[in-house]
């Protein structure tokens, strides 16, 4: 086999792991055919090259991905894909109002079957037993449990 084959066949597997580490994440296609094409490449330059070659060949394919690999992170190609909100919900939205049975309010939003209401001039969510209730319609709270609020059209 010659050389430029052999070299050809190891880009090819650079490209794949490449492809693999910074665009298709998880153990797919793309990582077996690179892994792959770097053995056949490394096991072709043994096997027509020489022991000499092939550790020549096996030493420089691990230089040179692991100086791609990190040139690849360095430029950044992970920041402009990661993601980059924050997450400002509450777990306990309840904590600190005074919300109880009986309180009056609003439909913001069409509760089907859950929503935003309008309590005690306090915006939190609010669930149904199955009904569905337009928005500004007038709303009476019948249960308070941990952190679900619910409620039905008022009577």
Known sequence: ?????????????LVF?????????GTTLAAIVGFGTLFIGIWQAYASKGIVA???????????????????F????????ALKSTIDGKMDQLHG???KVGDEGTSVSRLAPSGKALINNELIEVHTF???IDQEKELTVISVQDNKITVTLKK
């Open 74 to 81: 360095k430029s950044g190609t992970w920041k402009r894909m």
């Open 17 to 25: 792991l490449l492809l693999e580490v910074l665009i298709i994440p």
């Open 97 to 99: 109002l005074d919300i």
């Open 130 to 132: 199955g009904e569905f």
């Open 1 to 13: 086999m010659s050389w430029l084959l052999i070299i050809i066949l190891i880009f090819v597997g």
């Open 54 to 72: 092939g550790h020549i060949t096996l030493g420089s394919t691990i230089v040179v991905t692991i100086v791609s690999l990190y040139f690849s």
